[in-house]
């Protein structure tokens, strides 16, 4: 095609190539959706509703998976995620831990997108992948392709363990990872399902895989002697950390118990196999994070304790201490000792980072709650506090915390509630997930990702009391730039002004009218079909 020389690029009208846009716009009834149900999902896609996949696995009897997981993770706003694939985070779990190989098996885009992900954030060897077809999976194919991968795949020099996850479209095709070997030349074999429509964020998804290889643990701990440590066995009792942290907290947790003539336990999800069997050697589990369902259960059947909360600020400090000695029968006076050799400590170093001003906060991590005290214990009037993770019985202490303060606290706070808070809460800072920290920013906004510059971060002890102030006071402090920079990009990239154009925007409001008439007719005829 040749551009039309009737119109002059230079002087700022519309650039076209055709006589497009001169077409008149007919609007025909026969154009217009019959109803919603004229489009139907293949009900086997990855796209298909959450409801529809659900109802698919149940009837290929994965039904008591799906009740486990309503069970441990109870859904909410979050019922399908809001950013990205809950699978993330088993997989991040299985590539950090050494001789562990990883094997997914699910659509050919999510098994794309997991990888290109996963090497995102780091991942240093490869994704194992079986492949499949409609044939495959219908026939059973995919599980003996599978079983057979494995088989290849377990070598007792290079592997301790090889963890297969189904993706959506196996698990709602009921294919049975259960009916694959425990264990094949000594190598561990562990099969999980980890489905959008199942399980509601990638936090939750760790603990699956976290659960799941406890399971297998100390089912080998109950049938005979097992290696110890490669680091050896504490001289003094252990307490397991429950959560993933900031490398350096679990060295201060280690520093506080020392005192109680108590040391920190391995931190779970753990890094290598033998380290899972020193996590269940322990006299009582942290939980750090509160939502690792599956690996509480773990623990708690074989008999050990689990205390919720952390020794965050001078509060979470000192009732965290208190709980640890109390369910580790530590001497009262002992307790007393660790607390006052490191009290003084945590208040020294909030009163010499104080945070002044307003804030919000959300995240998916499962730290939300406890960030929030530090930030409170610094002097910031913290007024909402959005999780994606639900709430459970290990975070009450914490809830309970924030709302005698009248932080308004939200579980499975849905995209929708963190922005609300952003808009009416009037804060000087955000801190959020992506969506919720651009959103702050086109409003001129200071805001923190809360994944990247917050949770990234030592919390604990004298080390997290001081940590915090400095980056949140710096963000504060650039609230004049940030409304700089909104009034000189206003109306830049939005609505007709969005894309690239080498003159004027092409408006056509006719095309407008003329779709919106569809979506009216197909409003009236959904609202229709309901009174039916």
């Given amino acids: 095609m040749t551009m039309r020389d009737d119109v002059d690029p230079k002087a700022g009208g519309e650039v076209s190539y055709d006589t497009a846009a001169d077409t008149p716009v007919e609007v025909l009834e026969s154009d217009l959706p019959d109803a919603p149900e004229s489009v139907s999902p293949d009900g086997m896609g990855c796209h298909a509703p959450a409801e529809q996949m659900a109802a698919q696995a149940r009837a290929s009897g994965n039904g008591a998976v799906l009740d486990q997981f309503a069970k441990d993770y109870p859904q909410g706003p979050h019922d399908r995620p809001e950013s990205m694939c809950p699978a993330f985070g088993s997989l991040r779990v299985g590539l950090r831990m050494r001789r562990v190989a990883t094997v997914l098996s699910g659509s050919a885009c999510c098994v794309y997108g997991l990888t290109f992900v996963s090497h995102f954030y780091g991942a240093r060897r490869s994704v194992g992948y079986v492949p499949f077809n409609s044939e495959t999976l219908v026939t059973g194919k995919l599980f003996e392709d599978i079983r057979d991968s494995v088989h290849e795949m377990a070598d007792p020099d290079r592997y301790d363990a090889i963890v297969v996850t189904n993706l959506c479209v196996p698990t709602a095709s009921g294919v049975p990872l259960r009916l694959l070997p425990k264990e094949i030349n000594g190598v561990r074999i562990i099969g999980i399902d980890v489905p959008g429509f199942g399980i509601p964020t990638h936090a939750e998804a760790k603990d699956v895989l976290a659960g799941a290889m406890l399971n297998y643990a100390r089912q080998e701990v109950a049938a005979g002697p097992v290696p110890a440590p490669k680091a050896g066995r504490s001289d003094r009792p252990t307490v397991t950390l429950l959560g993933e942290m900031f490398p350096a907290d679990p060295m201060m947790i280690g520093a506080m118990l020392a005192p109680m003539g108590l040391a920190a336990g391995p931190v779970v999800?753990?890094?290598?196999?033998?380290?899972?069997?020193?996590?269940?050697?322990?006299?009582?589990?942290?939980?750090?994070?509160?939502?690792?369902?599956?690996?509480?259960?773990?623990?708690?059947?074989?008999?050990?304790?689990?205390?919720?909360?952390?020794?965050?600020?001078?509060?979470?400090?000192h009732d965290w201490l208190a709980a640890i000695g109390d369910a580790m029968g530590v001497n009262p006076a002992q307790v007393a000792a660790a607390q006052n050799a490191f009290i003084p400590a945590i208040k020294g170093a909030l009163a010499a980072n104080p945070i002044k001003g307003r804030i919000t906060l959300s995240g998916y991590e499962g730290s939300e709650l406890i960030v929030a005290r530090l930030l409170i214990e610094s002097g910031a009037d913290v007024a909402y506090v959005g999780t994606a993770c639900a709430a459970s019985r290990w975070s009450q202490a914490d809830r309970d915390w924030l709302e005698a303060r009248g932080v308004a606290v939200k579980f499975r706070a849905s995209l929708a509630d963190d922005l609300a808070a952003c808009d009416g809460l009037d804060p000087d800072l955000v801190i959020g997930t992506t969506p919720v920290v651009q959103h702050a920013k086109q409003k001129g906004t200071p805001s923190l990702y809360f994944t990247n510059l917050i949770s990234a971060r030592p919390l604990m002890g004298p080390a997290g009391a001081g940590s915090l102030g400095e980056v949140v006071n710096a963000a504060i402090a650039g609230k004049a730039r940030m409304d700089k920079m909104r009034d000189f990009f206003e109306g830049v990239g939005e609505g007709d002004t969005a894309g690239i154009w080498e003159g004027s925007p092409n408006l056509r409001p006719d095309f407008r009218a003329a779709h919106q008439k569809k979506l009216d007719k197909a409003a009236r005829v959904a609202k229709a079909q309901e009174m039916i």
Avoid: K, M, N, Q
């Fill in 269 to 317: 999800p753990t890094r290598e196999w033998r380290e899972l069997y020193a996590a269940l050697d322990c006299g009582a589990v942290a939980a750090i994070h509160p939502f690792y369902s599956a690996a509480v259960r773990e623990f708690e059947a074989a008999g050990r304790p689990v205390v919720g909360s952390a020794p965050v600020g001078v509060d979470g400090t």
